[in-house]
């Protein structure tokens, strides 16, 4: 019968591992790095006993209640066992003692060392001692000859010994092994063994095969190897019938032969491949203990058992109750003869190609231990052909079968004709239901369940079986001790109620008891049965309400005072659910995982006023080979789960209720048998709660566990860089915020100061990412950031990219702005017109009549400048013609104050502001060319009735403008060509309604034409052609300035000064020449009209005019039509 791999668990930390039996076979026995000798009862023991014999222990061995250990003092110590008490040290070495054994009637002890020596002392008179000497290196291991005639021994010199114990010579020596200068540095420490009873033949790992040697003779009798064996052996081991022969070797395959046949029984494949250092044969039945070198222990059951027996062995009792904890079937007794194999044969899926525990298959061996792909007949008894008792010797009658269950393996393999053959994905167990935040329930002392209100523990031993209740806030409940005759197993707990279930037995049923404490009357607490055949399967605890999901796939709810309330059918078995507030979770099966994955489904409602269902059965997404270990909701309401590998992943509301990974917990695991117990998750502050497990799953009840925070992270790409630093950082921010958005959907309260300092932190780490990609010369990816910020990031986004010199940057800011603020405008729109719509359908008020006069008026303030509009709308189409380097009045240069006029006035306001609300759309539409251009602030009214009189006056913001500086006017705004002054007085003249309306243009062009050229300029203009000449690629006039101003710092200091002094007296001249002019009367008027403009526009560094402001306005206010 094929061997049945359990699953591997945690013995030592890492490091070199020795494992042994005792003489009966009712404890296993190991030591490791730690110190420690463990003894174990079974494989499930989750509380063995430990022996402390030193700093660390490098090898064990027991005999007749003697235990002897290797330790670090390079002592070998002698304990009595069970009890541990230390018996005193049997022989000391120079060095550490590398192995020790005992001979076969337990008398004697050998041990080698590192100091090349090799010593025999006897257990009960230590005095008595034998050396040998003889190795050049450090000794590997010994063995005793059963007749205590040789003792062979293997050393780091390549050397095999056997020396004559009554004479301490050497009767023979094979040179096999590669030599090597310690034993940290040798391929195989070659556990070599006799074969216990005759001692006939002397079995030698060597290299990727066995030596096997006979007695006396020394000769090579025969060699064992297999294909499978890639790397050598490390250790050896013999059956106690002699028989058989198994091997380790240094990346975990453990292959065991029949020495008669020299054929291959056994093949099987260490779950993580690490390196097998230990390996014993139990003394009586057909199980194999083997360690690792990462301190891990584990076990093969039905090891070459021909006749198919079962090992009865009761301190051997490794059964596959290990994995049932965690996945098992239907518990029911009617539902059994409907299962399938997954669920009861658990030992038929966790030998799959000789793995367990969800580990990675090896497709390229399928012998003995492939027999889960090689189904047997079907029996003739349904119920009796899942037990694993039946798989014996008489399996192999063919016997046809009615029911559709799979049923156990034959002893020895039929033939290929006999035999359906079946090489695809092979079922994955389900898994069972469990509790969040509690322990094993086959544990005496557990958790019943620890979340964020308190702690439910239960104590369940011969003495005694009690509940103890702890709150973490007193002030919510004092603790509580109840009693547990009923053997309650599930338990919840909350600010309201303790909620307690337990599964029905053949004189009661399943029961559901409820302890409301916080019920204002007397009677605090109710039962409910379920109904016959039917079992609780989880519990869950919302406000207001309790929730439990049973065998027969149904969910019932209940009031918190009792009151049965809905009653639904689940789409599968439930795995877990819980509950927060008005939310119910619900894990459960959606079908049959493949490989070891699990295929689960979650369901997410609403239990309020309004009862709706979020998640309708979606897939729980889960990292591969790995199963469900927590799921609740974070301390804010938002629904988390954490799987077996420690990924803990979080609801996306935002994105479509997707599952966001938000920490892994094994990074912050030190060991690789360490865990992390998740408790509770809390988004503001970020706080993963946890309790460190080291070397389990989960913690003990005593000592009372401590719990620690772990910090969340998002698993983005490049977080060594700062890039990928501050975009987690972004991300997660947002990411767990999204509750605020849901508190708000749902009417609840929650401070607004903390929505408002995550908006701004969110902002601060775009701008961050903004500067980031400026300095990388990523303008496509600044716009992209900046679509992500608000209205205020992105106008100092503008101002950045315009400092910055990144004029096109700037420009395609501008234009986002004005779609976020037209973004904007519509949702305000959106927002009053709901509005409005519900108080149209209200009763009138007092003040709804003076809201619709105030709209007449504002149409008909409307109406009046809407002529105006037009022409300005025009004038705007013709500067956006212009190059977008031109100095105009709409530049970024320089702020503009548009003086707007009315039709129906004889007198101009310059202070007033147009609210007209054609000039947006305008903005909005036409193709600007400059930064800022057609970005109009439109009057935003005071009161809420006014606003929502009138939708086309809604306030559009406005991007900023950054100030005007000197040093920040490009150079090419003087090297374009502008509309002449002639152009405008002309056009002025055609259309002299629309003069002030362009007014501010001309008179910022007059500045622009009044203005003197440099030096440098004049020599642009002359030298222009040779700079062009020499390189004609540049096609840009930013880049001929460019290449103008290196040329022009090659000039000499008097050559500048020439250019300069040139450059001044053309100013003078051009001054002369002005001043001779005669202006009309016309241009008089329009002249001082100009230069209240320039007065307005031009910056605080600028000197005054020689007149008066006062004589400017008084002649600006009297003009009259």
């Given at each position: 019968?094929?061997?049945?791999q ?15 039996f ?6 296993i ?8 000798v ?9 509380d ?5 014999v ?7 061995a027991?005999?007749?209640?003697k235990?002897?250990?290797s330790?670090s003092n ?8 069970p009890d541990g008490?230390?018996d005193?040290?049997?022989?000391r070495?120079?060095?550490?003692a590398?192995?020790?054994v005992?001979?076969?009637d337990?008398?004697?002890i050998a ?11 006897d257990?009960?008179?230590?005095s008595?001692?034998?050396t ?5 290196a450090?000794?590997?291991?010994v ?5 205590d005639?040789?003792?062979a021994?293997?050393?780091c ?11 301490q010579?050497c ?14 540095n ?10 216990p009873k ?7 790992p ?23 064996i890639?790397?050598?052996?490390n ?9 058989y ?12 032969w029949n ?6 029984m ?10 097998i ?8 039945s ?7 070198a990462e301190?891990?222990?584990?076990l093969?059951e ?8 079962k090992?009865?062995?009761k ?12 996945f098992d079937g239907d518990?029911d007794?009617?539902n ?6 997954l669920n009861e ?9 000789g ?15 492939s027999?889960?792909r090689?189904?047997k007949h079907?029996?003739?008894d ?5 037990d ?19 049923g156990?393996?034959?002893a ?7 035999r359906p053959?079946?090489?695809?994905p ?10 969040s935040g ?10 019943m ?13 011969d ?6 209740v702890?709150f973490?806030?007193t ?9 547990n005759?009923l053997?309650?197993?599930?338990a ?5 109620a303790?909620l307690?279930?337990?599964e029905?037995t053949?004189?009661l ?6 302890l ?5 009357d007397?009677?605090?607490?109710w039962?409910?049965?379920?109904p ?7 519990i ?8 439990s ?5 149904l969910?019932r709810i209940?009031s ?8 639904f ?6 795995v ?20 070891g994955?699990?295929?689960?489904g ?7 006023k309004?009862?709706?269902q979020?998640?309708?059965?979606d ?22 789960y954490?799987?077996?590998e ?7 509301r ?6 966001t990974?938000i920490c892994?917990?094994?990074?912050h695991?030190?060991?690789k048998?360490?865990?992390?117990w ?5 988004e ?17 009840t ?5 719990v620690v ?7 983005y790409?490049?977080?060594a ?7 987690e ?7 767990f ?7 708000s ?5 929650y401070e607004e ?9 969110q ?9 980031l ?6 303008d496509?990816?600044c716009?992209?950031?900046a ?17 910055s ?17 037209t ?17 149209n359908?209200?009763s009138?008020?007092?003040w ?12 008909n303030d409307t109406?009046?400048?809407e002529?105006?509009?037009?022409v300005e709308?025009?004038?705007?189409l013709h500067k956006?013609?212009?190059s977008?380097?031109?100095k105009?009045?709409n ?13 129906s006035?004889?007198r101009?306001n ?21 930064i ?7 009057s935003k009214k ?13 306030p ?10 000197s ?9 374009q ?5 002639a ?20 008179s ?9 050229k440099?030096?440098?300029?004049m ?6 052609s ?5 390189h004609p690629?540049?096609s ?7 290449e103008g101003m ?13 250019w300069?002094?040139?450059?001044k007296g ?9 001043k ?12 001082e ?7 307005l ?9 020689d ?15």
């Amino acid at each position: 019968m094929p061997a049945t791999q359990m699953p591997m668990r945690y013995g030592h930390p890492e490091g070199y591992t020795d494992v042994c039996f005792d003489d009966s076979g009712s404890c296993i026995i190991t030591c490791g790095s730690d110190g420690d000798v463990r003894i174990w009862k079974d494989l499930d023991d989750d509380d063995p006993k430990s022996i402390n014999v030193g700093d660390r222990a490098y090898s064990c061995a027991l005999k007749k209640g003697k235990l002897v250990t290797s330790v670090s003092n390079n002592t070998i110590q002698i304990h009595t066992f069970p009890d541990g008490a230390p018996d005193g040290i049997l022989t000391r070495f120079t060095t550490i003692a590398n192995h020790v054994v005992f001979n076969r009637d337990g008398t004697k002890i050998a041990a080698g060392s590192g100091d090349f020596m090799v010593k025999i002392v006897d257990v009960m008179d230590s005095s008595q001692q034998k050396t040998f000497r003889g190795h050049d290196a450090p000794v590997l291991s010994v063995s005793f000859d059963p007749k205590d005639i040789f003792l062979a021994s293997a050393s780091c010199d390549g050397s095999i010994k056997v020396w004559q114990i009554s004479d301490q010579t050497c009767a023979i020596s094979w040179p096999l092994l590669q030599k090597c200068n310690d034993v940290m540095n040798a391929k195989s420490i070659c556990r070599l063994a006799w074969q216990p009873k005759s001692g006939k033949l002397l079995a030698v790992p060597v290299g990727n095969s066995i030596k096997l040697y006979r007695r006396e003779t020394w000769r090579n009798e025969f060699d064992l190897s297999d294909n499978f064996i890639t790397l050598p052996f490390n250790v050896v081991t013999w059956s106690p019938c002699e028989k058989y022969l198994a091997a380790g070797s240094v990346n975990g395959c453990i292959v065991v032969w029949n020495v008669e046949t020299k054929d291959c029984m056994e093949r099987v494949k260490h779950e993580k491949g690490y390196t097998i250092c230990g390996l014993a044969w139990h003394p009586t039945s057909w199980q194999i203990a083997y360690t690792d070198a990462e301190g891990n222990l584990g076990l093969l059951e039905n090891v070459c058992d021909t006749d198919g027996k079962k090992s009865s062995n009761k301190g051997s009792g490794i059964r596959n109750d290990v994995y049932n904890d965690l996945f098992d079937g239907d518990d029911d007794g009617d539902n059994n003869d409907s299962g399938d194999f997954l669920n009861e044969n658990m030992e038929f899926q966790l030998t799959s190609k000789g793995k367990a525990n969800y580990e990675d298959d090896e497709d390229d061996f399928m012998l003995t231990s492939s027999y889960p792909r090689h189904r047997k007949h079907i029996l003739e008894d349904d119920d009796s052909s899942i037990d694993v008792a039946l798989m014996e010797k008489g399996s192999h009658r063919e016997k046809e079968e009615k029911d559709e269950l799979l049923g156990s393996t034959h002893a020895m393999p039929l033939t290929t004709s006999q035999r359906p053959f079946y090489d695809g994905p092979m079922p994955s167990p389900q898994q069972k239901p469990f509790q969040s935040g509690s322990t094993p329930p086959h544990l005496t002392h557990r958790f019943m369940v620890w979340n964020s209100v308190g702690i439910i523990r239960c104590y369940n031993d011969d003495q005694d079986s009690a509940i103890d209740v702890e709150f973490h806030d007193t002030s919510i409940h004092h603790a509580t001790h109840l009693s547990n005759t009923l053997n309650y197993t599930i338990a919840d707990l909350s600010h309201e109620a303790i909620l307690l279930a337990c599964e029905s037995t053949t004189e009661l049923a399943s029961k559901l008891h409820c302890l409301h404490f916080s019920s204002w009357d007397s009677s605090k607490e109710w039962t409910v049965d379920m109904p016959p055949h039917e079992d609780i399967k989880a519990i869950c605890l919302g406000q207001g309400w309790v929730a439990s999901a049973t065998s027969a796939l149904l969910l019932r709810i209940f009031s918190i005072g009792g009151v049965q309330k809905e009653v639904f059918s689940l789409p599968g078995p439930v795995v877990s659910m819980t509950g927060h507030g008005e939310q119910l979770l619900i894990a459960f099966h959606r079908g049959t995982g493949f490989d070891g994955d699990q295929c689960l489904g979650v369901q997410l409602l609403e239990l309020g006023k309004s009862k709706k269902q979020i998640l309708h059965g979606d897939p729980l997404p889960l990292t591969r080979k790995s199963y469900l270990a927590w799921i609740g909701f974070s301390a804010e309401g938002t629904p988390c789960y954490v799987d077996s590998e420690g990924i803990v992943r979080m609801l996306n509301r935002r994105f479509g209720n997707t599952w966001t990974p938000i920490c892994n917990t094994r990074e912050h695991c030190k060991g690789k048998s360490d865990h992390y117990w998740v408790v509770g998750i809390h988004e503001n502050p970020q706080q993963l709660r946890c309790i460190p497990c080291k070397g389990s799953r989960f913690p003990p009840t005593l000592p009372r566990p401590a719990v620690v925070v772990l910090s969340f992270q998002l698993p983005y790409c490049q977080m060594a860089t700062e890039k990928g630093q501050m975009e987690e950082q972004f991300w997660r921010s947002v990411i767990f915020h999204n509750y605020l958005d849901y508190l708000s959907a749902n009417d609840y309260e929650y401070e607004e100061s903390t929505k408002n300092q995550a908006v701004k932190e969110q902002q601060e780490l775009l701008m961050k990412m903004f500067a980031l990609s400026c300095k990388l010369d990523r303008d496509f990816r600044c716009v992209e950031l900046a679509e992500l910020m608000t209205q205020n990031a992105v106008n100092l986004a503008i101002k950045y990219a315009s400092r910055s010199r990144r004029l096109i940057l700037a420009q395609k800011l501008s234009e986002l702005a004005v779609e976020k603020a037209t973004e904007l405008t519509a949702s305000l729109n959106e927002e009053e017109e709901d509005f409005r719509n519900k108080l149209n359908t209200g009763s009138t008020t007092e003040w709804s009549h003076p809201r619709v006069a105030n709209h007449n008026d504002e149409e008909n303030d409307t109406d009046d400048s809407e002529e105006a509009d037009e022409v300005e709308e025009k004038t705007d189409l013709h500067k956006n013609r212009q190059s977008p380097f031109c100095k105009n009045g709409n530049s970024v240069d320089g702020p503009t104050i548009k003086s707007v006029t009315s039709s129906s006035q004889g007198r101009v306001n310059p202070f007033k502001v147009s609210t007209s609300s054609k000039e947006s759309a305008t903005s909005v539409n036409s193709t600007s060319s400059n930064i800022l251009d057609n970005m109009k602030k439109l009057s935003k009214k005071s009161t809420l009735p006014n606003r929502n009189a009138n939708k086309e006056k809604s306030p559009v913001l406005k991007p900023l403008i950054p100030k005007p500086k000197s040093k920040q006017v490009p150079a090419t705004n003087f090297f374009q060509a502008c509309t002449s002054q002639a152009e405008k007085i002309a056009e002025e003249k055609e259309n002299p309604e629309n003069s002030l309306f362009e007014s501010p243009s001309m008179s910022a062009q007059n500045i622009e034409n009044e203005r003197p050229k440099t030096g440098f300029q004049m020599w642009l203009e002359e030298n222009r052609s040779d700079i062009l000449a020499d390189h004609p690629n540049l096609s840009q006039e930013p880049d001929i300035i460019k290449e103008g101003m290196n040329r022009f710092r090659m000039l000499s200091d008097e050559e500048r000064k020439a250019w300069t002094k040139k450059a001044k007296g053309g100013a003078k001249n051009e001054a002369e020449t002005k001043k001779r002019k005669q202006p009309s009367s016309e241009d008089t008027k329009q002249g001082e009209q100009e230069k209240t403009k320039e007065n307005l526009n031009l910056s605080k560094k600028q000197k005054p005019l020689d007149s008066s402001i006062n004589q400017k306005l008084s002649a600006f206010v009297f003009k009259k039509d």
